[in-house]
């Protein structure tokens, strides 16, 4: 066992000596399961709202992109270990975020969150409700007295509703949408809340030049009107 | 795929299923069976590999090694394996680096740990940012192997451990009046004949092992069960392929695969426990050799 540790140590010391003199290339994650936000098309590639903006950004920054999936629930950790340099994924800026990476600028403004069910009059303030683990609507259903059940992806979420294992569930407005398009059984039922500060990429907190480019990205898409364009042809949010 | 599918959307009945089972995704998705099963192929015999010897660490008469080889066993087994692959592999990747890092930026000054990031030099990082993303899937397949090695190496090491002490004292001491030396007891006698006791405890690991798969998405290694939910779940229309929650579809394929598995590997365990048996001073080796007398 120890010789065999010592060898993958050797190997792993050795193995990418080859690739070290390439320019660095920026890794962005994302969870490739939240439509039209970000999904995986059918070629297997990621695409939507996120890759479209993604891909722009990295254009104006002069910057060489890469897209990888991650799960949603590992998504900061792999963030700050290293494992890939953004996170483009949907997430909404909160303080308790913010203290352990760092967001850019906002690239979709806050929004309302919408409840969806299958029929109206669905006890919002005391039924059982989904959310997806560890997101800001979670958070939300967890203070509001409902009883919160939390999947570890966005679809499920939806699948709980369906099969009446959850009164109703809450999630961004355009993923709702998106939803109750693919499922005519579904509708929105009560009053959106607001929540979060806005949907910015997540950048390590020790990488201020990385953050500096795609916050000027961003600022220069917002400028010209080609983020209020991005925004208008995926329908994921209000407009700047 | 094939040439009538250049668009979907006007396709119906057969064409429709043809086209959509081949498109890109799927076909990444059949490639998964590939990327299970290579890695069984490959974790099995590292694990028992491992548990062999932590099993003969913890038999060890020397102090530092039995503690070694106890430790490894006690502790991996109590720490719950979600932990193991949302933490573990984490820290065996930093711990990588940090090596990595010392060897190859010795100039380096910046502190690695800034609050909570962790921060290498370009150099160190592994695999390198600008490698090509197999390299990088190649990489995190390599991460999953070992930390299923380390897991169910434990556990097998335990198990063997236990096969050890159940051959026969009478064997051992047989082979010490024949004139062995112990580490000729040790490979003749003991090892031979400890993998009839050990190999109901190692079908039950295999058997767990056959199931553990999904947790490789953990590590962003993209496993059948991944794909089972991705493809299976409700697409609108900004897929071109859209259709309902078909997920119990992709589930039942899923359940046929797998039982298949198991009951192919149950069939092989068990012709191979009757191997074992042959001639062993054991029940079932009795009643084989009967079946032979009579």
């Given amino acids: 066992m120890k010789s065999m540790l010592l060898g993958t140590v050797a190997l792993a010391l050795t193995a990418s000596v080859a690739f070290a003199d390439g320019h660095s290339t920026v890794r962005m994650g994302t969870e490739g399961a939240y439509p039209p936000w970000n999904f995986i098309n059918d070629n297997g590639e990621v695409d939507g709202f996120e890759r479209a903006l993604g891909d722009e950004l990295c254009a104006r920054a002069e910057l060489t992109c890469e897209w990888v999936t991650n ?6 950790p792999n963030l700050v270990s290293g494992n890939y340099d953004a996170i483009i994924a949907g997430m909404s800026i909160t303080a308790e975020r913010d203290e352990v990476i760092d967001f850019t600028q906002a690239y979709t403004p806050p929004d309302p969150s ?3 069910a299958m029929s109206d009059g669905v006890d919002l303030s005391g039924g059982v409700i989904a959310a997806q683990t560890g997101t800001i609507q979670a958070g939300y259903i967890a203070e509001s007295g409902a009883t919160l059940v939390e999947f570890a992806t966005p679809d499920e979420t939806i699948a709980a509703v369906v099969n009446g294992e959850a009164d109703a569930v809450l999630a961004d407005d355009s993923f709702i949408r998106t939803a109750i398009e693919a499922n005519g059984d579904l509708m929105v039922v009560g009053d959106p809340v607001s929540l979060g500060g806005g949907v910015g990429m997540g950048i390590r907190e020790s990488d201020g030049d990385l953050k500096a480019k795609f916050d000027a990205a961003i600022q220069s898409m917002k400028d010209d009107g080609s983020l209020n364009e991005l925004i208008a042809t995926w329908e994921v949010s209000s407009q700047w | 795929m094939f040439s009538f599918c250049s668009d ?16 890109g995704k799927h076909l990444t998705a059949y490639l998964s069976f590939g990327t299970v099963m290579a890695l069984l192929a490959i974790t099995a015999p590292t694990a028992l590999l491992f548990g062999f010897g932590g099993a003969v660490a913890a038999r060890s008469s020397f102090g530092p090694l039995r503690w070694f080889g106890k430790g490894y066993t006690s502790i ?16 065996l990747d930093q711990g990588f680096e940090w090596l990595r890092h010392q060897a190859l930026c010795p100039d380096w000054t910046d502190p690695i740990r800034q609050g909570n990031d962790f921060i290498v030099c370009p150099e160190a990082k ?52 024949y004139g062995m030396t112990p580490r000729q007891t040790f490979r003749r006698i003991l090892v031979p004949q400890m993998w009839v006791y ?4 190692l079908s039950n690991l295999w058997m767990i092992l056959v199931k553990a798969t999904p947790l490789l998405f953990l590590l ?7 794909w089972a939910r991705e493809l299976g779940g409700t697409k609108g229309s900004v897929f071109a392929y859209p259709h309902p929650d078909w997920r119990i579809w992709y589930f039942t394929a899923l359940l046929v695969f797998y039982l298949g598995l198991t009951s192919v590997s149950e069939r092989v365990l068990a012709r191979l426990q009757r191997r074992l048996s042959h001639g062993q001073a054991t029940a079932a080796g009795e009643s084989q050799r009967r079946e032979v007398v009579a």
Avoid: K
């Fill in chain 2, 198 to 201: 050990a190999l109901p405890g």
């Fill in chain 2, 126 to 177: 592994l695999p390198q940012s600008s490698a090509p993303q197999w390299v990088h899937e190649l990489y995190g397949f390599f991460l999953a192997v070992l930390t299923f090695a380390i897991v169910f190496g434990a556990f097998a090491s335990n198990v063997l451990f236990g096969a050890m002490a159940a051959v026969p004292q009478a064997q051992l001491e047989t082979a010490a009046a």
């Fill in chain 1, 114 to 116: 919408t409840y969806a």
């Fill in chain 1, 71 to 76: 799960e949603w629930d590992s998504i900061i």
């Fill in chain 2, 220 to 226: 962003g290694v993209e496993d059948i069960v991944y």
């Fill in chain 2, 8 to 23: 979907p959307s006007v396709l119906d009945g057969w064409r429709w299923f043809a086209c959509y089972l081949t498109n």
């Fill in chain 2, 76 to 91: 991996v087994r109590g720490v719950p394996d979600i932990v193991f692959f949302l933490f573990f592999v984490i820290a």
